[in-house]
Each structure stands twice: as structure tokens, then as C-alpha cells.
């Protein structure tokens, strides 16, 4: 397993932009696969992102909008949310599993604490 850490959300109005950051602990961090949870207000957590060596995976609501990268030299996914909708407001999750990613929270035994993203309209 590995230590992850989230940072990056606020409140920003419908239409802008925020980019989340989430850093991770141990060396072999290339090789995992990271994803991108959210969760809102009496709703189940479900699935915005992913990332792994075959490239980054949308949720439809998120697709075109959402942008899914990492930095494997500093141990970083990052999520930058471009025109953003106040159903976006949630609660934001940085997971990780080995190799290969999914879209199932089961799928993931890393999970971060979570960042608040906030979109007012």
C-alpha cells in the first residue's frame, strides 16, 4: 500500500477551474495505477478518473472536462477540473491499487483523506 495525500480543493464558481494534487509515499510508484473518487452529500462515492500505463479513463459526467495526469517524479496524480458544475461539488478521493487501474471503489486498497471542491452557481 501506499500514503496518500490530497490537496488543491476550495470554492470556486460554476465555470472555473481547480486543480487537485494528490502525493504519494514509496518508491515504486510508477507502477500503480491512481484514480479519482468523489463523493457528495448523501450519495454513494463514485468514480470521476483513472490512470495507468495504458493511459487516463473518464466517467461520462466528467469527460472533456476533467483532465487526469501524474508525475511520477514526484510521486503526484493531479486532476484539473475545467468548467465547473455545482453537481461537481463533493468530496474528492485520490486511490491507488497496483498496475492496473478501475472503476470500482473495491478495486482500490489506497485511499487518501479526501478534499472538499465546492462549485457555487
Known amino acids: 500500500q501506499v500514503q496518500l495525500v490530497e490537496s488543491g480543493g476550495g470554492l470556486v464558481q460554476a465555470g472555473g477551474s481547480l486543480r487537485l494534487s494528490c502525493a504519494a509515499s514509496?518508491?515504486?510508484?510508477?507502477?500503480?495505477?491512481l484514480g479519482w473518487f468523489r463523493q457528495a452529500p448523501g450519495k454513494e462515492r463514485e468514480f470521476v478518473a483513472s490512470?495507468?500505463?495504458?493511459?487516463?479513463n473518464y466517467a461520462d459526467s466528467v469527460k472533456g472536462r476533467f483532465t487526469i495526469s501524474r508525475d511520477n517524479a514526484k510521486n503526484t496524480v493531479y486532476l484539473q477540473m475545467n468548467s465547473l458544475k455545482p453537481e461537481d461539488t463533493a468530496v474528492y478521493y485520490c486511490?491507488?491499487?497496483?498496475?492496473?487501474?478501475?472503476?470500482?471503489?473495491?478495486?482500490?486498497?489506497?485511499w487518501g483523506q479526501g478534499t472538499q471542491v465546492t462549485v457555487s452557481s
Open positions: 486511490a491507488a491499487k497496483w498496475v492496473v487501474a478501475g472503476v470500482r471503489e473495491a478495486d482500490y486498497d489506497s
Open positions: 514509496g518508491r515504486t510508484f510508477s507502477s500503480y495505477a
Open positions: 490512470i495507468d500505463w495504458r493511459g487516463g
